[in-house]
């Protein structure tokens, strides 16, 4: 089983993935479910877009809130984690108002 920190650690690279649009490295992070929630975002500007910056906020529950902050203001995704086979992914991705 995996800890606390290995999700942090995964979060801290799925946040850089993100401000990188690296989806090479971001599709393996998501489940079936957290995948297709993350193609209704993609629809709506991105948080991410333009950061600098973010910062990691663990909320419990393996629910992370991911502020990103860049010249345009910030905007903040919650990610919702599960374990599978070991590793973390995330299950439910959507943007905190």
Request: charged share 25%; net charge negative; glycine share 12%.
């Amino acid at each position: 089983m995996t800890d606390s920190s290995d999700l942090l650690e995964t979060a801290d690279r799925f946040a850089q993935d993100l401000i990188a649009n690296n989806i090479a490295g971001l599709m393996p992070v998501f489940t079936p479910v957290g995948i297709g929630q993350a193609m209704a975002l993609q629809a709506q500007p991105d948080s991410a877009e333009g950061s600098d910056e973010y910062e990691i906020a663990d909320q419990g529950g393996n629910l992370l809130h991911i502020t990103f902050r860049g010249d345009d203001g910030d905007g903040t995704i919650f990610t919702q984690w599960v374990e599978v086979e070991g590793a973390w992914k995330v299950d439910g991705i959507g943007r905190v108002e």
